[in-house]
């Protein structure tokens, strides 16, 4: 698995932007809004609500990917 830089948008529980650690973080995840969450690939915990295809996915035509989670240990 690709590793990913994992943000937090702060007024919204749950919603969760991962951006490929080898890329540049866009600007949209500035101005304070968004908390960084800490790294994700294959030595950390994976959130339940992860999908790996969709990330490529998201990545390959957005340079980032976004999804909610309801796993507990990333809220």
Same mark, same amino acid.
């Given at each position: 698995m690709q590793s990913y830089n994992l943000f937090r948008l702060k007024? &919204?529980?749950g919603?969760?932007?991962a951006v490929p650690e080898s890329?540049? &973080?866009p600007r949209f995840l500035g101005?304070?809004?968004?908390t960084f969450g800490g790294k994700l690939d294959d030595r950390s915990d994976i959130p339940l609500d992860f999908d790996g295809r969709a990330?490529?996915?998201g990545v390959r035509f957005n340079g980032f990917y976004l999804f909610q989670t309801v796993d507990r240990r990333f809220l």
């Open positions: 007024s &919204v529980e919603l969760c932007c890329s540049r &973080v101005g304070g809004r968004w990330a490529e996915t």
